[in-house]
């Protein structure tokens, strides 16, 4: 289970903070018959890894529908997972830092209490297709992404019709969250239905039910003025997952406190890749440089804008930072590619006033879209064109990546795009490692 483990806590870490919606006090778990929601159950929000999940009402273990994760048109035997998150305890409060002498006893902090005792019984029925392996699990964390522990419940390879899987679980002590998870491998599916949880004690039900009842927020609103949007600090925001993205940006924050990052990569979903579909090349190439990845699907550039104004940049220096956005701001055509350079340009004057010591590598978009004709082709190479005019040879620079990911007939390099014809493929990164590593070695120096 290594290489599972090693999955999990490097992508479900950025939901750590977010619980379930439960639709009312006393509930646990939401949806766990999967009958919820239109084409995606309702409740199961954490999704990571390259890969589909819908709501199927065709193959189901009992009720009307089941979960089912897909990878079977994926073009990589990669990973993808899908999980509902439970919050267990409370995090232990931290004691104040007060200085007790023997003189002032009084002032002496009693020690923190270690939690009670928990026991979580969870069972659920899983079918595999052909060539899968799948895995349900519960994946077990503290608050503040300092202990990880995978539990395996029922591993499965191969066809398999459905099967039971249950496990009663000891909670670790130091965990106050854990992670109801589907994990699958290979280029096939893997369906999940009427998954249950209990706890014991019983008097711990009502007051872990309560922690997991949370009302969704609003969504942040972009100026009206579309010309502004791409210069407008604004948070990002998910409908389906309306929590996920503020618990994102709450996990780059922590990360950045910790310090000791050499390289930032800031960017959209396909930043975001290197930690799932690109996790091998990132690790041979990025990883020996203490690179840092702040990559959030769905990103725009207002929202990268406010991520580093809202403490993605505090505590660290990098010596590079590698920026790739504007991608989204393309696609509801509102945004000309001026505008958009214009975003990416303010992105970079405040990396520049926030970070004065660090160099910034923007990387032009990579072409996308089959057609070598179509519209976001000439719009991405419009923006960067525009947006090779903010490098100044020295402290930024600009790295045109459209001609490398171009056959000599304008079509798109086979095997580098995942079925979209926008996100990139394992082979897909591998390139893109190889182009990057370069200019990253040369502007550390």
Known sequence: MKVLLQLSTTLIAGLLAV??????????????????????????????????????????HGGKASMVVDR?????????CIHQMILLREPPKEANPAVVSSATPSEAKAPITPPGPLKIKVSGWLRTGVDAKATFAA???????????????????????????????????????????????????????DVA????????VKEIAALNVVSAPKSPKEPGDVTKVPTTAVPGYYPEQPHAWQAFHESFVRRARQGGIDV??????????????????????FAPFKAANFGLGGDKTGNVLWRIENGELEGISPKVVVLMIGMNNLW??????TDIVTGIRTIVDKLRAKLPQSKVLILGLPPSGADPMGLDRVRIAQ????????GNGAEVRFLDLFPRFLTRNGTLVPGAYAPDNV?????????LAEELRPWVEQMMK
């Open 332 to 337: 509801d055509g509102k945004n000309t590619s």
């Open 197 to 204: 949880i209990t706890v014991t004690p019983e008097s711990s």
């Open 423 to 431: 996100h990139l493929t394992a082979q897909g990164y591998a390139i």
């Open 264 to 285: 930032l990569f800031l960017g959209d979903s396909i930043t975001q890749g290197w930690s799932t579909t690109g996790e091998d090349p990132w690790e041979k190439h």
């Open 19 to 60: 619980p379930s919606l439960a639709k009312e006090p006393g509930i646990l778990l939401r949806n766990g018959d999967m009958e919820e929601g239109d084409s995606v159950p309702a409740g199961w929000i954490g999704k990571f890894g390259q890969c589909e999940v819908r709501k199927d009402t065709l193959w189901y």
């Open 139 to 193: 994946h077990f964390f503290d608050d503040k992404h300092g202990f990880s522990e995978l539990v395996p419940i029922a591993h499965v390879e191969k066809f398999q019709d459905w099967q039971q899987a249950q496990a009663e679980i000891d909670v670790p002590p130091q965990a106050t969250r854990v992670a109801l998870s589907l994990y699958l491998e290979g280029k096939s599916r893997a369906w999940l239905d």
């Open 383 to 390: 923006v960067n064109t525009e947006a090779a005019g903010i």
């Open 72 to 80: 079977s048109a994926m073009t990589d035997n990669g990973r993808g």
